[in-house]
């Protein structure tokens, strides 16, 4: 009978932490957020309601968009946190890129972020950064309807580009573009894509001659060398 008791008394508990579990965490959360950028507390509860709603709209844990902001802040700038409106709206962008990485949203807010420091992105103007990122991330998408590689697969091979296609003055459509023929032409999928796309441009760069066939694929994306 007590055993009994007892074992209910268990489940009751775990049942009220599990129940609980979500909103603390969440608090951790904001409390990274204040602590991490100092945000004044009229703004903390500005992005505390744009994450609570952004998973409502998305389907999303609040936790999910929290920890999207962490992140933001954390690679491109902790002043972002000073213009709640433009960092929910960089959320909301990096939830909508995560619907075509299989709801992926730390890995649609790692590509993102990437993409914007590979590039160069000035972030000093958050309306202007919140553009660029709704940009590129526009990019990815229209790039895997008109292509064959998939958005995760594209994410993967900009990650492992990194700047050089920046620094190399190749454009973000044009990156995109050679990275589809890779995938179409080449079988070179994700990380090995870019790897392999950073190494041409590499070779380009000490101006040593290309391979006939990766010149092909290069003027088949439109990179005319």
Do not use: C, H, W
Request: aromatic share 4%; glycine share 8%.
């Amino acid at each position: 009978m007590l055993d009994s008791f007892a074992n209910n008394m268990q489940r009751a508990s775990d049942s009220v932490m599990s129940f609980m579990q979500p909103g603390i965490e969440f608090e951790k959360r904001m409390a990274e957020l204040k602590a991490s950028t100092g945000v004044a507390d009229d703004k903390l509860k500005l992005l505390g309601t744009s994450a609570r709603n952004m998973a409502l709209d998305f389907g999303l844990e609040a936790t999910q968009g929290t920890e999207a902001y962490l992140e933001i802040l954390s690679k491109l700038s902790p002043e972002l946190a000073k213009s709640p409106k433009q960092l929910a709206e960089m959320g909301e962008t990096t939830a909508l890129l995560a619907k075509s990485m299989r709801n992926d949203m730390g890995g649609a807010t790692r590509v993102l972020t990437t993409m914007m420091n590979a590039y160069n992105i000035d972030v000093t103007n958050a309306a202007d950064a919140s553009m660029k990122m709704r940009m590129m991330s526009d990019m990815l998408t229209v790039s895997f309807k008109d292509g064959a590689v998939e958005v995760p697969q594209l994410a993967a091979s900009m990650e492992s580009l990194g700047a050089t296609g920046y620094q190399a003055n190749v454009s973000l459509a044009e990156t995109l573009a050679t990275l589809q023929v890779l995938g179409q032409k080449g079988s070179k999928f994700g990380a090995d894509a870019g790897v392999a796309f950073r190494n041409v441009l590499t070779i380009l760069g000490q101006g040593q001659l290309m391979p006939r066939e990766t010149l092909y694929l290069l003027n088949q994306a439109g990179v005319n060398i």
